[in-house]
């Protein structure tokens, strides 16, 4: 893409980010635009977010503040952007800063419907956060006949925090992003959406430490090994969090996304659809939809 997409003053427009199939221009605009300058995101046609496009956000400022060496500058949010990229503690990660004006808002310390995101570099945290994941799945899912569907998401959504700290690194623990929010569908009903995100090694290097044999094969295939059940750690343990969050999108309903270097899988009712972005996204991301579930 050339370089003339990029104003003067390093000015990068950003549109919608949850599409993560699509966000590869803005990563390589990232990647072109001038070292040691400060870094503009224009949110101008940025009109909502959600917590896998909050994680990919993330991602992208991190990538520039990289290449900058300070913080991104977001110009011309929304008062409704600004507000949640607030709500959600965004501004505490030191990575961007707003040229908004800043919105007075109450946040609910005992709400169950939001996470904020969440920095977590220890095991410790990440059972911290399963504490509060038990909680409110309880609380969102309360009918008696859901318990096997609420112990195997809990599960699930605890390894996949997990790996995102444990994987994310090749010696000693990396560190890894979380925010979650609860919605209802025009149904009514309850969707649980989670994104994670790290910005470390990425599942194929991660992988090809133990099979070092899988180095012939694109990323999205190596991710298909990985939700197959197949784990990078040396010790013979692990591999459960992704294969039980397919098993549960195919049994129960919701989606599971997953991206990580140049591969991309997206999961829904038992069937995989598998692609290769053409950007190398450092790191991994995915994001987890819970649906209320329909068949017990």
């Known amino acids: ?12 427009p950003i549109t919608s980010l949850s599409d993560w199939r699509t966000i590869d221009p803005l990563w390589q605009l990232v990647e072109i635009s001038p070292a040691l300058q400060p870094c503009i995101f224009d ?54 800063v707003s040229t908004g004006t ?59 925090c997990g790996n995102s700290v444990e994987h994310s690194s090749f010696e000693g623990s990396g560190e890894g992003y979380f925010v979650l929010q609860k919605y209802l569908d025009f149904a009514g009903k309850t969707n649980v959406i989670m994104s994670v995100g790290d910005y ?18 694109d990323e999205a295939e190596i991710l298909k090994q990985a939700i197959s059940g197949k784990s990078g750690r040396l010790r013979n343990v692990g591999g459960r969090g992704l294969k039980s969050i397919c098993n549960l999108t195919k049994e129960y309903g919701g989606y599971f996304v997953i991206r990580s270097g140049r591969g991309l899988l997206f999961m829904q009712n038992g069937s995989i659809s598998k692609f290769t ?20």
Request: hydrophobic share 35%; with cysteine.
């Open 277 to 296: 972005p053409f950007y190398p996204i450092c790191g991994t991301q995915g994001v987890f939809c819970l649906k209320s579930p329909t068949k017990i």
């Open 102 to 160: 800043p919105i007075e808002f109450n946040k609910n310390p005992h709400t169950r419907n939001l996470l904020e995101l969440t920095k977590v570099s220890s095991m410790l945290q990440i059972n911290q956060l399963g504490d509060w994941f038990y909680e409110n799945f309880e609380h969102w899912f309360p009918d008696k006949s859901q318990s096997i569907y609420r112990q195997c998401s809990f599960e699930a959504i605890n390894e996949l």
């Open 200 to 217: 470390g090694i990425g599942i194929r290097n991660h992988m090809l430490r133990k099979y070092p044999d899988l180095e012939s094969l």
């Open 1 to 12: 893409m050339p370089s003339h997409y990029i104003t003067l003053e390093n000015r990068i």
């Open 43 to 96: 949110m101008s046609n940025l009109t909502s977010l959600n917590p896998q496009a909050v994680i990919m956000l993330l991602m992208l400022c991190k990538k520039a503040k990289e290449k900058s060496c300070s913080n991104v500058i977001f110009d011309k949010l929304s008062p409704n952007v600004d507000g949640y990229l607030r709500r959600i503690n965004f501004y505490d990660q030191d990575v961007a």
